[in-house]
Every structure is written in structure tokens, then in C-alpha cells.
């Protein structure tokens, strides 16, 4: 309602209210930054704001996640964990799936693998096909075969491609990186396809 019957306006902020009740409650917001912290000396124009203040950055009670052997305080519960790993050598955790064999040190992670893997989850629909992605950005690669945008482009030679990892692949060519080698002949490849094409024609073998 501020926004819409802004009778009263404020003159430091331009800020539309109602009443002139809120427009001097809101002008005591802005203060004058009078009330500063005794510990690190930010002013803060209430002293509600500066106890807020105090509170979440100096006695950490945003972060409820204690570490059991230090002071160290997280907001996240995870986070709490590998500090705890990494700092008192506490054991990594490990998250089994319920539904296959791998394992995970994250809740989140574990979760995500479920949702992706499992119950197949896929929100974001291409408008173009039947085709459906877990993710945004799966969705956004994939558009580039429809619209046919080529917006990764190679520094040495201008070649442009739809993809990051189609120019990364192709970045190994001038940098010749022969990582696919062939263990029959020595022979190497930058690219998987052309070592299996060689391993098909050369070596009768399908990889």
C-alpha cells in the first residue's frame, strides 16, 4: 500500500507511505549512524541494528553449528564436518545410497545423486523437443543445438562452437594433446572418437 498511496515521501530516500506515522518511524531508521560497534567501530543508524549487528558477526548466533573439539561456530552443519575432518582428524563421513553402490561425503550431494539418478527428476523441458534436463544449465547447453548458437570461440584459429566442452576438446589440438593412446601401437589421439576409429580400422577392436 506504501507503493501505491505514497502520500507522505521521505527526503532521504524517496521512499512513498501511507501516513505520516510511517514516514517518521521510517526516518528514525535512517538515523544518523551514531551507535557504533565496540568492536569493530561500524556505525549503525539504531541501536537495534547494532545489537543485530553484534550478534551475527562477533558472537556468531546465526552460526548454531558448534564445532565439538573448538569455538570455531558454521552456518552450515556440512561445513561444521569437514572442519572437523580437515582441522581435528575426525573421519571422513560417508553417505552410502540406498539405491546402487557409490557413496558421498555430503548429504546435499547424495541427495542431488538420488533426485538425478534414481527418480529421474527432470524439471527443466526443452521447448523445442521432448528432451527434459535435471539442471538449468544442462537445458541451456542443449538449446545451442536448436538455435544454432555458436558463442565459445577459439583465440588461435576463430573456430566457434555451441559448447564450452566442444572447445575445450578442441583447445587440445593446439596445445597437441595426445591423451587417447593406443596401447597396441603407441600411437596417440586428442580426441576419443578418432582413437577408437583407429582402434576399429587398425586393430579390428571395438572400444
Known sequence: MN???GNYTCKICAGGFVTERLLQSHIKRHGNGEYKCTQCDKPFPTLNKRQEHV????LGLN??????HCDERFVDYWQKVKHMV???????VVLKCQACERTFNNQRVLSRHHKKD?????????SECDMKFFTRSALIKHMAKHTGLRQ???????KSYGRKNTLREHMRIHADDRRYKCENCGQGFVQKCSWRGHMRSKHGENV
Open 3 to 5: 507503493q501505491h498511496f
Open 55 to 58: 550478534q551475527r558477526v562477533h
Open 63 to 68: 552460526k548454531r553449528n558448534k564445532c565439538n
Open 86 to 92: 580437515k582441522m581435528h582428524g575426525e573421519p571422513p
Open 118 to 126: 534414481h527418480l529421474l527428476e527432470r524439471r527443466y523441458p526443452c
Open 152 to 158: 565459445y570461440t577459439c583465440d588461435i584459429c576463430h
